[in-house]
């Protein structure tokens, strides 16, 4: 019995028919948010970086990126849409694995679907297969591979661009079963480069990677059978600890997109109750920032592994800092993109609270949930117990506010009547005899 | 203290000047087997699946490849030089962490150097440079990563490649820091993919995220400060156990160069003793293959690890069956390219005698040993001990025996009187003004 084989198999034979409808909803709201952060992200100095330090290897022009003009070969598409979309941290999160499974993946199928004509249907088809195909091999490893100091994201993520792209260029089982094999051998990203912008680069990198899996499989590249499965195959290599049932137990009945979250901050999805709770408090007391004596947060133990900078000087730190994102609750009231700038983090009200707060690692504490104490210099002390965070499964956003989030990230680079016709295709694509349309929709015109 | 930095400011101080002679002209051998093998390897049916598949992806052809008319962009370059250098397993190896170093590293310097003037003394210097980082992070986590099943040469190499192509962009220390750090993100390779196209690929791969490391440093691409030694590191991360100390001691004053061995068989150096011994069996006694009732071969524990494949029929996997090779050198007496064809692996008198082999794993045994008992029909055993193989660091190949290897993998490809030509190249490449100059010697004309 070879797990890659029964997945290679599943992918292949797989209908668009034999998906439930709210399945399918549910992938147009990832969709809808996948893009809001590509469109908000395109700006970023890192991508400029990215696009002129490539521009010079790009090939020949047949592909588009969204919510810019440039053309290029799918492949550095590809890897364009992956470093937009991520680079905010406002991107979907599996909160079973930590993984954001749409940078990876869409960015290959878009950057695809500019080269190629591919109808709303089919893309959406590919996508919810190659997000099962990311998503079971990101549960099979979870959470060795990611405490071990893997990217998940990056590392399950090229898996699902083969799956997604191969799926697409309809390859045989062998070939698919080789697709996924190209794409484990190319599977890379580590956390040290977390706050970097490597960081973003990974998802990119995924996503080109996972692509030319699938190219190269369709032309007969071979790889080993068992990659995911084998001795020395992708569990095996990088995680102390891994359940191979969990790539094909209900496969093609349990959905993994179902447990999709959207971030309502741009920034780790495990420090988002301490932000509720602090946006709560101030809503609630208008603390002064310079009476803020001390702050106390009780986390999670995983809170102070990822986001435990403190001494910091730029916006991508503060994505990494529990201290900024509680100070940020306390002093403004709100944690949106404006909060993680680094004018933001250099402020001196958000910089002098940030200073005082002090975070507890606490086992008992939920990932979901949070513990504030503010003590104010009247000697009043504000206290509040975050249960569930808003934008997780039992709470999440309603279409209605990931629209909304992405008027809010869009705004920076569209203006508002083509943003509302993009939220209108977002919402039809299945709809799209050409999906290629829906990028057109992203650029400025 | 940290490795990384250390290395990054020795790589970017380094004067060619400071490297003694000796050293200089093993970079000279060292090259001119790569390029053997590059050349020899060009017309392999997984170099050209390669080269089509990839070719509608290929940017702006201001680059060219060893052996080959085509012309693409240089990353592209980087990943067919590299396919064609490692695809006979023909390549150099390092005893001491079974790195290939040369297919990741020159791969992508040669690349660059169609494309970009470089001079000889500039490319022996990067490759060195390169050379020593990959050869040395090897060192540092060999063996627990590669015995977790990761392929070092991959993994490790694009590392050299980023050190090497960002000598030559003449990146700061910061930004050298930063290219190894995107190196070490996108270090990847599975062993599990050993035997199948996919491991070529590898080294390719390597030679092409490398060179990208270097370029994406120079346009100020950041990456962490710490992405070898750090908790969430490459070493911390790829490997259970691992001695960092091996990176930094003796930086510029021992090199890893020295420990370089050029293969006189085209398959893994583990089995080398074994076939030496085989031959000599073969020269001395010429025993019948019908009559060979049995074979004994006692050999390191990694032989039996790496090249334990058995029931095969493709020329790829004689090269990890230690039972091909042993039948190669009893019944042929030799092991040269056409001893790994798909004809040689189905030859029905190989076939015979390979199914006859048993392996015994024998921790007693060196890596550079190998103990052979024959059985004859007529009664009579054939025992040899082999106690250093051919090429090991102790019976190096000459000059001259580089040469031969070169000429008789080039023979494929180029006339006899080109061949002269470019081995007289290789041996002043130091003293060229334009390396590129070398490369276009190893096009048919």
């Known amino acids: 019995m070879s797990e890659t084989r029964t997945l290679a198999s599943y992918l292949i034979n797989s209908r668009i028919d034999d ?5 399918q909803h549910e992938s147009r709201r990832s969709l809808l948010n996948y893009i809001g952060c590509a469109v908000g992200g395109s700006r970023e100095p890192s991508v400029e970086i990215l696009l002129s330090a490539m521009q010079p290897y790009f090939g020949k022009p047949t592909a588009g990126i969204l919510a810019r003009a440039e053309r290029m070969d799918p492949l550095h598409a590809a890897l364009m849409n992956g470093m937009t979309s991520h680079v905010f941290e406002y991107d979907d999160t599996l909160p079973k694995n930590y993984i954001h499974p749409s940078p990876p993946l869409a960015s290959a199928l878009f950057a695809y679907a500019t080269a190629n004509r591919v109808t709303g249907k089919d893309f959406i088809h590919s996508y919810l297969l190659g997000f099962e195909t990311e998503a079971r091999i990101g549960n099979a490893i979870y959470p060795a591979h990611y405490e071990a100091g893997w990217h998940i994201t990056s590392t399950a993520g090229v898996f699902g661009a083969a799956a997604a792209i191969g799926k697409l260029l309809s390859l045989s089982v062998e070939q698919m079963i080789w697709a996924l094999g190209i794409a484990a051998t190319q599977a890379s990203g580590l956390r040290e480069n977390f706050g970097y912008m490597a960081k973003y680069f990974h998802a990119g990198h995924a996503a080109k990677n996972g692509y030319t899996s699938a190219i190269l499989a369709k032309s007969d590249f071979t790889a080993g059978p068992h990659s995911i499965e084998g001795p020395r195959g992708f569990a095996a290599v990088t995680a102390a600890k891994y359940d191979l049932s969990k790539i094909t137990n209900g496969l093609g009945t349990e959905f993994q997109i179902r447990d999709n979250a959207y971030k309502p901050y741009p ?3 495990v420090v988002h109750p301490t932000i509720d709770g602090c946006i709560e408090l101030h809503q609630t007391y208008h603390p002064v920032p310079a009476e803020i004596e001390s702050v106390r ?3 999670a133990p995983l809170v102070l592994d990822l986001c435990n900078k403190k001494d910091i000087t730029r916006g991508l730190e503060g994505k990494y800092s529990i201290y900024h994102s509680t ?3 306390l002093v403004r009231g709100k944690a949106g993109l404006q909060e993680y700038t680094d004018a933001a983090v250099n402020d001196p009200a ?3 609270v940030r200073e005082r707060v002090v975070a507890i690692s606490d086992a008992s504490i939920t990932e979901d949930q949070s513990h504030i104490e503010v003590e104010l210099a009247d000697g009043r002390k504000l206290v509040k117990f975050v249960e569930e965070s808003i934008g997780n499964l039992r709470r999440p956003l309603t279409d209605k506010q990931l629209e909304d989030k ?7 680079v569209l203006p508002a009547a083509q943003i509302e016709k993009l939220i209108e295709l977002c919402w039809k694509i299945d709809a799209l005899e050409d999906v290629g349309e829906l990028v057109k929709a992203t650029v400025p015109s």
């Open 406 to 412: 992405l008027r809010d990230q869009a705004s920076f």
């Open 267 to 269: 920034c780790g999805l």
């Open 297 to 299: 947060v009780r986390v």
């Open 327 to 329: 100070a940020l609750g």
């Open 350 to 352: 958000v910089k002098q």
């Open 19 to 23: 998906i439930p409808a709210d399945i």
